[in-house]
């Protein structure tokens, strides 16, 4: 079935330090592929999404990168602050609508 | 604009009792979903609206039903509650990029 994976499942970095976090999907026909940050007790919210077109975006100190042949997309955070700690999740989603979550991932940035 | 509101925001309920969780949107949004969330296992899509008048199953559908009321509101219905559908559940809509979600109905099942 539809699946994606996200990796890794926790990562803690010194402030100022990059970040990356990386998802893969299964279903081919996936085209749009977001990443939403979780703050603890929130909702999550869209930070930033790439379309099956494009192979990178960047916004400020977050971009994103799509390898469509591999399957594979990843999220960089450069000089993260503690106010980046929060729970990320990739997901992939097709015309249809359905959209498939990652796990998530935990971000710890240390003061 | 109130985006997407969700009711009951707590809910405690028996093993057996039924329950609908309420999910209202104000955006003119086509799709709608619902969401678990459990430690560790980040969203699950339970079922989904593509449109009204339409809905379909996601990855945990079992155990809930849904009603797609009208283009503002898709409820999701728990018939028989079991300890297993202990769980935070958000609900979402979009009109086709980014999803927005409802603040989150915790649902604990003794």
């Known amino acids: 079935g539809e699946n994606v994976e996200q990796h890794p499942s926790t990562l803690s970095v010194q402030e100022g330090d990059s970040a990356v976090i990386k998802c893969t999907y299964s279903?081919?026909?996936?085209?749009?592929f977001p990443w939403y940050k979780q703050e603890l007790g929130k909702r999550p919210q869209l930070i930033i999404d790439?379309?099956?077109?494009?192979g990178e975006k960047k916004d400020q100190r977050i971009a994103v990168t799509l390898n469509k042949t591999a399957k594979h997309f990843s999220l960089h955070i450069t000089e993260t602050q503690p106010e980046d700690s929060a729970v990320y999740f990739c997901a992939a989603s097709k015309r249809s609508g359905k959209v498939i979550f990652g796990p998530g991932t935990s971000l710890s940035v240390i003061p | 604009n109130a985006g997407v509101t969700q009711t009951p925001k707590f809910q405690v309920l028996k093993t057996g009792q039924s329950m609908t969780l309420q999910c209202a949107q104000d955006?003119?949004?086509?799709?709608m979903y619902w969401y678990r969330q459990d430690p560790g296992m980040g969203l699950r899509l339970i079922y989904y609206s593509a449109s009204e008048g339409t809905t379909d199953k996601g990855e945990v559908p079992n155990g809930y039903n849904v009603s797609r009321l009208n283009k503002r509101e898709f409820s999701l219905r728990l018939e028989s509650a079991a300890p297993s559908q202990t769980s935070v559940y958000f609900c979402?809509?979009?009109?086709?990029?980014?999803?927005?979600f409802g603040p989150g109905t915790r649902l604990t099942v003794l």
């Open positions: 790439i379309r099956s077109n494009v």
């Open positions: 955006m003119n949004h086509n799709s």
């Open positions: 279903d081919s026909a996936s085209n749009y």
């Open positions: 979402a809509s979009t009109a086709g990029n980014e999803q927005f």
